[in-house]
């Protein structure tokens, strides 16, 4: 198989840093030199002249021309490169490959990754996959850089190998402030694609939103611009890695990195992650994919317990991006096509009920609402009253009743998950219960959406009726609390 590795390189910082570890890493045992024995290798440079003679004349550089091909591209000539360049030649490297039949792998200039990453890789491609997602760990550069040229650096290879087993222990001392601000519970925060769940001092597990491809064949798997997996391929398609001894990347940066990024007094959740999905740069059709696996860094086999419990916390954060990006596709869904007080009734129950920790439910779901048209004014006061403070059930029952588990349009019938019966009418004018369907049915990623023109649900709200003065002494005090109760 043909295979380009492309690295994207310029200016004294990056140049030293993949001179001192990202290329001695890549030339470690089980990376490139077994890569090589396998494919036929081409080292692609997207650089500048400058930096094209400090990788050739290294050590590292004349070590890795005896290994494969290398190709040196300068675009620019001797001119410095803006930051977005990076950007346009990641695309440009990947449109050559398509044409010279190669598939592709991305090494930035200042990564470390575990051995046998690059072949593990290079072995998946063969096998059919279309693209390969590698889990990662910010580091810092400052203190990361030294430790691992002392632990891991072989000057007479040439070779700096980090086994799988070690991996961690060097991510874990050198563990970079941004990749903290993505665990629940700190104290501050980013923009995130991602969630951490330290287990002690063994390991982590992380649960992703969204992640870029670090190898891929383009001509069987199209690339968004952030090169994300894009298109119409089989998520089966694409290999997540998501245990400890396959592949893990370290990405190498200062610390001063992204520092006008940092979300001061925020800790970041699911619903963080899913806002995040919803950017028209990271909407992609594979959150699913991503956000329902857990991936194990470090060493599970430690602590067993501690890792059961940050496993269940990672599951129900995945859960919760799942459910939160669904729900804000159907709310934009609502919300443009008349339905904005069931999208407001939405977006109440995601927030400040215990609707999410209720949801077991996976797609494919229909969902079944009222058009705003359909509500007197009785109605909603009536109905708009059931997010107040204390009617959290109330509420989740309420928008339970308007889901359905499978695709009316193929079943015809079901129950809503609170009990309640639909049944879809085709004819002239479709109809659920009688009611014509004004749009739909929407496909929003598994959920079938339809708008009618009468109000289906059977749990009406009622009004909450009104609470009694507290009884003097304490016997009264405790029964007004339990008539509170009651009422919500």
């Not at 890569?35 to 094209?52: G, K, S």
């Not at 991996?167 to 951490?196: D, N, Q, T, V, Y």
């Not at 001894?245 to 959740?269: R, T």
Request: aromatic share 8%; with cysteine.
């Amino acid at each position: 198989m043909n295979i380009h590795i492309i690295t994207i390189v310029w200016g004294v910082h990056h140049a030293g840093l993949f001179l001192d570890l990202t290329l001695p890493n890549v030339l470690s045992p089980g990376n490139l030199p077994a890569l090589a024995r396998d494919h036929a290798v081409t080292y692609r440079f997207f650089t500048t002249p400058e930096t094209r003679d400090l990788i050739a004349a290294s050590p590292a550089g004349k070590r890795l021309a005896e290994i494969c091909e290398i190709e040196y591209v300068m675009p620019l000539g001797d001119a410095t490169p803006d930051v977005f360049w990076h950007v346009h030649w990641f695309h440009r490297s990947a449109a050559e490959g398509k044409v010279r039949g190669a598939a592709v792998m991305f090494v930035p200039p200042d990564t470390l990754w575990t051995d046998g990453a690059l072949s593990r890789m290079g072995a998946l491609l063969a096998a059919g996959k279309t693209g390969i997602a590698c889990p990662f760990v910010l580091v810092a550069s400052e203190t990361c850089r030294d430790e691992a040229r002392r632990r891991f650096f072989d000057a007479d290879a040439q070779a700096l190998t980090i086994p799988w087993d070690a991996m961690w222990s060097l991510a874990h001392r050198h563990i970079h402030p941004l990749h903290a601000l993505a665990m629940p519970g700190a104290p501050h925060a980013r923009p995130a694609f991602e969630l951490h769940f330290p287990v002690r001092d063994t390991g982590m597990i992380s649960r992703y939103a969204v992640r870029e491809l670090v190898a891929f064949d383009p001509a069987r798997c199209p690339i968004s611009f952030l090169w994300y997996a894009d298109g119409d391929q089989e998520a089966e398609g694409i290999h997540f890695a998501t245990e400890p001894d396959e592949m893990l990347m370290l990405s190498v940066d200062p610390l001063s990195k992204y520092f006008q990024n940092y979300i001061v007094g925020h800790s970041c959740d699911g619903f963080d992650l899913a806002r995040t999905t919803r950017h028209p740069l990271n909407d992609t059709p594979f959150t699913r994919l991503f956000a329902t696996s857990s991936v194990s860094i470090g060493r599970p086999s430690a602590s067993p317990k501690a890792w059961r419990r940050q496993e269940a916390r990672a599951v129900a954060a995945g859960r919760d991006v799942l459910v939160a990006r669904l729900a804000m596709l159907v709310y934009d869904a609502l919300m443009r096509r008349g339905a904005g007080i069931m999208a407001g009734l939405l977006s109440v129950g995601l927030h400040d009920t215990h609707l999410v920790r209720r949801w077991r439910h996976d797609i494919p779901l229909s969902i079944v609402v009222a058009a705003d048209s359909a509500f007197a004014e009785d109605d909603r006061a009536l109905v708009t009253s059931s997010a107040a403070h204390g009617r959290s059930n109330e509420l989740v029952e309420a928008l339970r009743d308007h889901v359905v588990a499978g695709r009316l349009s193929e079943f015809r019938q079901g129950a809503t998950l609170a009990g309640s019966r639909l049944a879809l009418e085709p004819g002239g004018v479709p109809t659920i219960n009688g009611a014509a369907i004004l749009a739909g049915p929407i496909e929003l990623e598994g959920i079938e959406l339809y708008v009618v023109d009468r109000i289906l649900a059977t749990r009406k709200p009622t009004a909450a009726p009104p609470v009694a003065a507290a009884e003097p002494g304490w016997r009264g005090r405790i029964r007004t609390w339990f008539e509170r109760r009651s009422v919500g």
